[in-house]
């Protein structure tokens, strides 16, 4: 029987008709493999991962596969998206025994959950050096009967060995201006200058290491940090990972030259990428920049968002390819010339291939091409170009679309609200701003829940409005909490800032070791064979540093010593490891930058109808001081409390001058002079280069 029907996650749907017996992650099913005395087979995956597709079918869809499957093992098939506990602690297991991770992840463990044999992908035929799926089966299945002591054994050993991976913080300082520069040197030295970037193929957008390069430019005026975020963006929105038609980018290029990407399209890397491109048209000015920033937005609100008001997790890879009728992997969005003559016309279809990078050998798979923006390509007409586009975007929209992960992740959402209620409010979109207000909201009404008489708790995931069963994790808080703090800022509702404080307590009370250290898991959440705690960025901030960076906003926000204090100690792991891993700390050292800058704080007040209150408003957003805070509101009348002073505490005591909205500004408790002049405010809020205060 397989008892995937009734879940919530979109990913163990697609697996709810498979002829396996699958359990979803529960106890009972742990229990079942002790009843039975038989392995645990894990399988991990999520809904837009196409090489999770292809072993679905080839195996899980194979009735002997299945039937072999289900008399030996007891079969758990997981959502990494939905318990990415679950899938760090064995992810962790297979990479360090193996040397490489991936999903599908396959693992093998006891019926107590100790992991004893590791891989990814399996064949069903042999193939490339790789045994077959039926042949790991067979050969599990007779270890476990005949050599029952030896994997007892390895099981133990693999356990004890992650048990003993618990990090050692030695509660180190936060990072110092030097430990930023050795991370910017470190980064010179793996920089791609030719192509942008860092490494080699495959090559994924470093998101978080962008938003450091530019507020350490905006620190210290370094040109060589600002360089290397203008070229690398400039290179990916010129490349295949980039949608051309659509808005969007792909989770990755599988070249180094940002050609043929990997074509699923993740919430969480649009996000990121979204505001990263608004801040650097924030800090140049770049019309790319801009552009860029604006048709991300509008492809989350078009293609991702849900009926609910939150947004979807992903598309696929993967479409029917109308040629042969089956999945095939880029099928949406590669086009032949043959293709563009026939939706365009001989002329414009010569011109769209010329401009798009369109071959007749193609760039990706049968004589097909991603299209891009080559440096070389010709001088056209805007508006020819424009009109061009548009219509073969109709015909694509004729075409079978990949599938859509409908889950709303909580940690995602949050990375959306921050981009779309930044990107309305630098672009004059106030519908963009709508809708983060709209997501935020459903995180509140939906995600937020009490259990047992306990205070609420933020769930990981819904879908369809039905809150999931699984239990928020630190990521979920830390860029929550960062989405209602930007999401304050921009619209002076200072009930988001208040919803973000009541996250970072949870954050404070449950996550937080004695130490300073953070833990991915709740104090009381699921015991696993460990608990998991990674301070590293993957293609998400890490928790522990979205984390940091919430409460360092926060405290900005309130003077809150308390939550300021575990920021800096949170970031002591920055100092160690920022100067030796600089692409796997990006979003921590981004974090610094803001700690290394004040962060500045900035109280905004003057009647809501007033435009010098809005001019002054739109200065202190657009400042580019790393991670600046900013409260709007009413002044106070006849000496008493300001409408908005008791939710934004900068308010407090701020009046207009000589009767003229005001602006304050504050950094490492100094306070500027108030002032009516958003001039003059941009360059209260300007920082000396090189000043490294």
């Known amino acids: 029987m397989n008892r995937l029907a009734g879940v919530t996650s979109p990913y163990l749907l697609q697996h709810a008709d498979n002829p396996v017996d699958w359990w979803p992650w529960a106890p009972e099913a742990f229990e079942e493999a002790k009843r039975r005395d038989v392995p645990v087979l894990l399988s991990v995956g999520y809904s837009a991962c196409h090489w999770c597709h292809v072993m679905a079918h080839e195996s899980f869809e194979d009735d002997d596969t299945a039937a072999y499957m289900n008399e030996h093992f007891v079969n758990v098939k997981v959502d990494r998206e939905e318990r990415p506990d679950v899938d760090a602690v064995y992810m962790e297991a297979v990479q360090a025994a193996t040397g490489q991770g991936g ?138 990972i980039y949608d051309q038609l659509g808005g969007g980018f792909a989770r ?107 071959t007749q050998e193609g760039t990706f798979e049968h004589g097909a091409s991603v299209l891009r923006l080559p440096q070389d390509g010709p001088v056209v007409d805007a508006g020819r170009i424009a009109g061009i586009r548009q219509r073969l975007l109709a015909a694509r929209a004729a075409r079978p679309a990949p599938g859509r992960d409908d889950k709303v992740v909580a940690a995602w959402n949050g990375l959306a609200v921050a981009a779309l209620a930044e990107c309305g409010a630098y672009f004059d979109r106030p519908d963009l701003v709508e809708r983060a207000t709209e997501a935020a909201d459903l995180l509140v009404r939906v995600h937020f829940r009490a259990e047992d008489g306990r205070a609420p708790r933020l769930a990981r995931t819904s879908k369809d409005g039905q809150v999931g069963a699984n239990a928020g994790v630190l990521e979920d808080y830390g860029d929550v909490a960062e989405g209602f703090l930007a999401l304050a800022a921009v619209t002076g509702e200072g009930v988001w800032l208040e919803f973000a404080g009541f996250l970072l307590d949870l954050v404070l009370d449950r996550f937080t070791a004695e130490d300073g250290s953070l833990y991915d898991t709740a104090h009381d959440a699921e015991r696993l064979i460990r608990r998991p705690q990674d301070p590293t960025d993957t293609a998400a901030p ?152």
């Open 252 to 358: 990755y290029s599988v070249d180094r030259e940002w050609v043929v990407p990997h074509f699923e399209k993740m919430l969480y890397d649009n996000a990121l990428l979204c505001r990263v491109y608004a801040h650097l048209w924030r800090a140049t000015g770049s019309d790319l920049a801009r552009r860029v920033a604006l048709e991300t937005a509008d492809f989350m609100v078009r293609e991702l968002r849900t009926p609910e008001g939150g947004f979807a997790s992903a598309l696929d890879a993967d479409s029917e390819d109308p040629r042969t009728g089956k999945p095939a992997e880029g099928a949406y969005y590669a086009w032949t010339p043959a293709q563009l003559e026939e939706v365009l016309g001989a002329e414009d279809g010569a011109l769209a291939a010329a401009c798009f990078g369109v």
């Open 103 to 240: 999903w599908p992840m396959t693992v093998f463990l006891t019926p107590d959950a100790e992991p004893f044999y590791f891989g990814t992908y399996f064949p069903p035929e042999p193939r490339h050096g790789m045994p077959s799926f039926t042949q790991v089966l067979e050969g599990i299945s007779t270890a476990w009967t005949g050599r029952r002591g030896e994997v007892a054994e390895v099981a133990q050993r693999i356990t004890q060995d992650l048990a003993g991976r618990q990090l050692d913080y030695g509660r180190a300082a936060a990072p110092g201006p030097e430990e930023a520069a050795q991370a910017l040197l470190a980064l010179t030295r793996e920089y791609d200058a030719a192509r942008g970037g860092f490494g080699g193929a495959p090559k994924f957008p470093p998101s978080m290491v962008l938003e450091f390069l530019l507020r350490h430019h905006a620190r210290t005026g370094a040109e060589g940090a600002l360089q290397m975020a203008a070229d690398t963006c400039e290179a990916m929105a010129r490349g295949g």
């Open 542 to 693: 890490s928790g522990w540093t979205a984390a940091a960076g919430a409460l360092l906003s926060y405290a900005a926000h309130t003077g809150s010593e308390a939550h300021r204090t575990a920021a800096e100690r949170a970031l002591g792991v920055v100092r160690a490891l920022g100067p030796r891993v600089p692409r796997f700390i990006g979003h921590g050292l981004a974090v610094a930058e803001a700690l290394l800058d004040g962060p500045r704080e900035v109280a905004v007040v003057g009647r809501p109808d007033d435009p010098a209150r809005a001019e002054l408003h739109r200065a202190a957003l657009l400042a580019t001081a790393p991670g600046a805070v900013v409260a709007v509101g009413e002044p106070a009348a006849d000496g008493g409390p300001g409408a908005a002073e008791g939710e934004f505490p900068l308010l407090a005591g701020r009046t207009p001058v000589e009767g003229r909205a005001a602006a304050y500004v504050c950094r490492h408790f100094v306070c500027a002079r108030p002032t009516a002049d958003p001039v003059e405010l941009a360059a209260q809020l300007g920082t000396a280069a090189g000043s490294g205060s």
